[in-house]
């Protein structure tokens, strides 16, 4: 398993713009499959955005699309998500995490490894 390290986070006013990165160890990080969820106080764990592990697909859940956006540097084991016109409802604590295949998934229990999250918190 990798271990991942959640960066980035803080408050921001509505309208503006965070960059959260995501650090993975290991030499197996191209292996990996990434993604970004989020979690609200008293909610479940919402899908975010996902990348394949070798950066060609994404897929995005409908509350970001084209607000959002996912990269990943494999030489670096590092992944981004920019996140432009935010909004108060994108308040949540932000979790990376890690599944060993091709492609990502937008169910939490599919990936293996995650971070201890990053709190991004958008005020109005």
């Known amino acids: 398993q990798v271990q991942l390290v959640e960066s980035g986070g803080g408050l921001v006013q509505a309208g503006g713009s965070l960059r959260l990165s995501c650090a993975a160890s290991g030499r197996t990080f191209s292996t990996y499959a990434m993604a970004w969820f989020r979690q609200a106080p008293g909610k479940e764990r919402e899908f975010v955005t996902a990348?394949?592990?070798?950066?060609?697909?994404?897929h995005y859940g409908d509350s970001v699309k084209g607000r959002f956006t996912i990269s990943r540097d494999s030489a670096k084991n590092m992944v981004y998500l920019q996140m432009n016109s935010l909004k108060p409802a994108d308040t949540a604590v932000y979790y990376c995490?890690?599944?060993?295949?091709?492609?990502?998934?937008?169910?939490?229990?599919?990936?293996?490894?995650w971070g201890q999250g990053t709190q991004v918190t958008v005020s109005s």
């Open positions: 990348i394949s592990r070798n950066g060609a697909v994404t």
């Open positions: 995490g890690a599944r060993q295949t091709l492609l990502g998934s937008s169910l939490p229990t599919n990936f293996d490894s």
